[in-house]
C-alpha cells in the first residue's frame, strides 16, 4: 500500500472522475515528486488542474493576511508555469492541450474539509480568480465518488493571446502556513474521551513507552517512532494513532507495515476502506488486546 494517502485518493478520484465526467488525464504527480499540481486533464475540451489533499485545514491556509498560504502559492506557481509556458513536465504538458479560449479551472480535491479553511479558501480564490484569470472548484471524495461542493468562475476576460496570458500579475508568493498550537499528552487523551477511545489510546500509549518508543503529540493524532535498525539508520514514525478519525469503540492507527517482520494478514484490527493517515496501513482497533498484539509484532530488521 502506498505509503501517502493522497496517492490512493488521488488514483480512484481520477478515475471517478473519468467514468463520472469523462475526465482525460495527460500529466500526473501521485508519487509526489515534486509537480505545482497533482493532475491535469481535460473535462469536455477544458483544462482542469487538480491539487489532491487528504484533508484541507487551517495549516494549509496562510498565517497572516500580508502572507500566502501553502495553497495560494501553488496555485500561482501552477498558474505562472502555464501562463509563461515554462519547461517544467506539469506546464508542458498542460500547455499542450489547453485550447486557451477558456480559462482553466483549478480544482482543489479533498476526502476531509474543514468548514472554516472551505469559507476562507473561498473567499481567497474568488478574489484571486478575479486577477490570475482561472475558474475554481471544491471538490470532495466521499468514498465513492466526487462531489463539487463550491464553484466559481472569474470575472476577467479570457486574454486575446499567449502573450497577453503571460502579462497577467501573478505574484512570486513564498507559503507561509498556520501552525497549530502543540498538543500535550494530557490534551490528546482528553479527545480520545470525547471521541469513545479513551481505554484504547491508553493501551496505545502504554504498549508503545514499554517497547521504549518515542511519541510525538500533534494536533489530534500520536505518532510513535522506531529508532534505526540495521537496514533503516534513521528513526521513523512507524505506528500512529489518529483520535480524529476514530470513532466510539473503535481507535483509528496507522503502521508503516513494510518495517514489521509481518504479513499483511497478520496485522490486528480491521482494514479501513479508506486513507486516513500517512504511514499506509490505515486500520480499526476495537479491542485493547489488538492493540497489544500490533506492537507485539516484530520490527524488520533490514530493507
Not at 476514530?246 to 514489521?260: D, F, H, K, N, Y
Request: aromatic letters at 8%; glycine letters at 8%; a neutral charge.
Amino acid at each position: 500500500m502506498a505509503r501517502y494517502p493522497e496517492k490512493a485518493l488521488q488514483l480512484r478520484a481520477t478515475l471517478r472522475l473519468a467514468q463520472d465526467r469523462g475526465y482525460v488525464e495527460h500529466f500526473s504527480d501521485e508519487e509526489g515528486r515534486g509537480a505545482r499540481m497533482d493532475s491535469a486533464g481535460l473535462i469536455d475540451g477544458r483544462l482542469v488542474l487538480i491539487e489532491v489533499k487528504h484533508r484541507i485545514g487551517a495549516s494549509l491556509l496562510a498565517a497572516a493576511s500580508a502572507e500566502a498560504g501553502p495553497i495560494e502559492a501553488k496555485i500561482a506557481a501552477a498558474l505562472t508555469g502555464l501562463y509563461r509556458a515554462h519547461p517544467d513536465p506539469l506546464s508542458t504538458v498542460a500547455g499542450a492541450i489547453w485550447d486557451r479560449r477558456r480559462p482553466p479551472l483549478v480544482a482543489l480535491l479533498a476526502e476531509h474539509w474543514s468548514p472554516k479553511a472551505r469559507g476562507d479558501l473561498a473567499v481567497l480564490c474568488r478574489r484571486r480568480a478575479d486577477e490570475w484569470g482561472f475558474d475554481w472548484a471544491f471538490w470532495r471524495w466521499t468514498g465513492e465518488r466526487v462531489e463539487t461542493i463550491d464553484e466559481g468562475s472569474t470575472s476577467l476576460p479570457p486574454p486575446v493571446d499567449a502573450a497577453a496570458w503571460a502579462a497577467l500579475p501573478i505574484p512570486g508568493l513564498r507559503a507561509t502556513a498556520k501552525r497549530a498550537p502543540n498538543r500535550t499528552i494530557d490534551d490528546l487523551r482528553a479527545i480520545a474521551a470525547e471521541r469513545g477511545v479513551a481505554d484504547l489510546f491508553e493501551t496505545f500509549l502504554a504498549e508503545a513507552g514499554a517497547a521504549g518508543h518515542r511519541t510525538k503529540p500533534a494536533r489530534a493524532s500520536l505518532t510513535v517512532q522506531v529508532r534505526g535498525q540495521p537496514g533503516y539508520a534513521t528513526t521513523a514514525a512507524v505506528y500512529a494513532a489518529y483520535l480524529d478519525a476514530s470513532t466510539p469503540g473503535r481507535l483509528a492507527v496507522g503502521v508503516w507495515s513494510e518495517r514489521l517482520a509481518a504479513a499483511p494478514g497478520d496485522l490486528p484490527g480491521a482494514a479501513s476502506p479508506h486513507p486516513f493517515g500517512f504511514l499506509g496501513d490505515d486500520r480499526f482497533l476495537s479491542e485493547p488486546d489488538e492493540v497489544t498484539r500490533l506492537f507485539a509484532l516484530p520490527l524488520r530488521a533490514s530493507g
